[in-house]
C-alpha cells in the first residue's frame, strides 16, 4: 500500500452541470471540494436539434483542471459522465458537429427500431433496457450525412480524455450502457452496428478502469467508471449486501443492485432492467426513473424561483396523487408543469407546493416499486437501501425514500460520482487495496434517515 499523498481531481460531466473536485484520500472521512462548476444544459442548434456546447465543457473542464492545480500538486486526474450521448470525429480529429443530447425528440421512432431489430433479441444480446435515449436508438436516427464524415465515435467521458491524453477507448462501464456491446463477447456487437447503419470501425476499443491512459501537463489520468452512475454506486456509504439496493438520486434517479453477473432473463426483460457494467467488474442491474429533471423543468416553467421555497412548500402540502415517473411522457415535454398536472388530476387552483409534492412522491413510490421488483427479479428481497447523488442534500426526498420503501435508509455524499471517480482513482494509485477497502472508508461519511424527514 502506497503512503505518498495521494489527493487526486475528479472531472465530473453532469448533463446540468460540469464540475471539477479535490479529494484528499488521506483525509480521515471522505470530503469533496468543488474547484469549479459550470452550469450548462442542452442548446438549439442551428438546425433546430437539441445539442451540448462541447466547446464550453471542455473549457470548464481545463479552467477547474487549471484552478485545481494552482492549487497545489495533484497525484491524478479521471473524467466520468453521463452515459449514451457520444461525438462523431472527423480524420483530423475535430468534431464532424456539436454532439446531440438524448433529449433530443430526433429519437421518436425508437420503437418501430426496437421492433424491427426485435426487442428479445435485442435484450438477450445487450441486457440493456429499451429507452428512446439509448445510443442504439441515437445512431439509428443520426444524420447520414454527419455519419459520413465520421472517422471515430466516441462517448463523451471518453471524449474528454482523448483531449488530455491522445487515448483512444472506451471505457467498458459506459460502452456497456449504449446497447450497442455483445454482453456474451463483452465486444461491441458488429451484427447492431451494421442494422442501424454505423460502420463498426468508428468504435474505439473497449478498455476497462484503473489503467493509466496518459498525463496531462505532467499529471497522470487514470481511467475510472466513466459512466457517472458507475462512479456513483462505488461512493456508496458502506459495503452493500445481497439485498441492498442502491439509490443515485440527481437528475435522474437510478434504482439497483450489483450482481456478479447480468440478470438477462424474461422476466428481468419484462420489467424492464438494464445490465450495465460496474466500474471495478460485475453488473450494475438497474432502472432509471425520472429524478429531480421534473422538478426542475417545472421551477423553470415557474420563472426559476428558490428550490428550497418550493420544497417548504412542499413539505406542508397535502396529500396529492402520484403519476407514473417511468414514463416517458415526463422525458421532455414543452411544460413540465402542465404535464405532471394533467397526469395526476391537479387542477390550475393546485398550488406550486402541491406539484413538488406530487413530483418527489412519484419518484419515491417509482423508487419503491423498482426496489420490489429487484427483489422478485433477482430472488433476494431488498432489506436496506444506500442513497447517494445531489438528491440527499433534500431531506424531504430522503423521508420519502424511507416512507414508501418502508426500508432503512442510510445516506451518502450528495457528491458520489466525483468520489466514486476519485476512489477508482485511489484503487490505481495504491491508496486503497480494493473496492470494499474503498467503501469502508466512505462508510464513515454516511447517515441514516430519520423517519420524521417527512
Not at 497545489?72 to 454532439?99: H, M, Q
Not at 426496489?371 to 427479479?377: N, S, V
Request: a negative charge.
Amino acid at each position: 500500500m502506497s503512503t505518498a499523498p495521494t489527493r487526486v481531481l475528479a472531472v465530473d460531466l453532469g448533463a446540468t452541470s460540469v464540475r471539477v473536485a479535490s479529494v484528499d484520500l488521506d483525509d480521515d472521512v471522505p470530503r469533496v471540494e468543488i474547484v469549479h462548476r459550470w452550469a450548462h444544459g442542452p442548446v438549439e442548434h442551428r438546425d433546430g436539434t437539441l445539442r451540448w456546447d462541447w466547446e464550453g465543457v471542455m473549457a470548464a473542464v481545463e479552467r477547474g483542471l487549471d484552478e485545481a492545480l494552482a492549487a497545489g500538486p495533484a497525484a491524478s486526474i479521471g473524467v466520468d459522465g453521463w452515459g449514451v450521448d457520444y461525438a462523431l470525429l472527423d480524420r483530423d480529429g475535430a468534431l464532424v458537429a456539436p454532439p446531440f443530447s438524448h433529449r433530443d425528440a430526433r429519437t421518436a421512432g425508437w420503437r418501430e427500431v426496437a421492433e424491427r431489430l426485435g426487442p428479445a433479441a435485442l435484450y438477450e444480446r445487450t441486457g440493456i433496457q429499451l429507452m428512446p435515449i439509448n445510443t442504439l436508438f441515437q445512431l439509428a436516427a443520426h444524420d447520414r450525412d454527419e455519419l459520413a464524415r465520421a472517422e471515430r465515435l466516441m462517448l463523451l467521458p471518453d471524449l474528454v480524455v482523448h483531449r488530455l491524453t491522445g487515448r483512444d477507448a472506451a471505457e467498458w462501464s459506459n460502452a456497456s450502457t449504449t446497447a450497442l456491446v455483445d454482453r456474451a463477447s463483452g465486444s461491441w456487437s458488429t451484427e447492431l452496428l451494421e442494422q442501424v447503419g454505423v460502420a463498426p470501425r468508428l468504435l474505439p476499443p473497449i478498455d476497462t478502469a484503473g489503467r493509466r491512459a496518459g498525463t496531462w501537463r505532467g499529471v497522470p489520468v487514470h481511467t475510472v467508471g466513466s459512466h457517472d452512475t458507475a462512479s456513483a454506486f462505488v461512493a456508496v456509504p458502506g459495503v452493500p449486501g445481497p439485498g441492498t439496493a442502491i439509490i443515485s438520486s440527481g437528475t435522474w434517479v437510478l434504482v439497483g443492485a450489483e450482481r456478479d453477473a447480468p440478470v438477462i432473463t424474461p422476466d428481468a426483460r419484462e420489467r424492464n432492467f438494464s445490465n450495465e457494467g460496474g466500474a471495478l467488474g460485475g453488473t450494475r442491474l438497474l432502472k432509471n426513473v425520472m429524478g429531480f429533471w421534473m422538478l426542475e423543468q417545472c421551477r423553470a416553467a415557474w420563472g426559476d424561483p428558490p428550490r428550497e421555497e418550493l420544497l417548504a412548500a412542499a413539505a406542508g402540502a397535502e396529500l396529492v396523487p402520484t403519476v407514473d415517473a417511468t414514463d416517458e411522457r415526463f422525458l421532455a415535454p414543452a411544460d413540465m408543469d402542465a404535464e405532471v398536472r394533467a397526469a395526476a388530476g391537479l387542477g390550475q387552483e393546485a398550488g406550486r407546493g402541491e406539484v413538488v409534492r406530487c413530483v418527489l412522491a412519484s419518484i419515491a413510490a417509482a423508487t419503491a416499486r423498482v426496489a420490489g421488483e429487484l427483489g422478485t427479479t433477482t430472488g433476494a428481497r431488498v432489506e436496506d437501501v444506500l442513497v447517494v447523488g445531489g438528491g440527499v442534500r433534500t431531506d424531504l426526498m430522503n423521508g420519502l425514500f424511507a416512507e414508501h420503501t418502508g426500508l432503512p435508509i442510510t445516506v451518502g455524499s450528495a457528491e458520489a460520482t466525483a468520489l466514486g471517480n476519485a476512489l477508482v482513482q485511489g484503487i490505481a494509485l495504491g491508496r486503497f487495496e480494493d473496492l470494499t477497502a474503498a467503501r469502508r472508508w466512505t462508510a464513515s461519511a454516511g447517515r441514516p434517515v430519520p423517519w420524521a424527514a417527512v
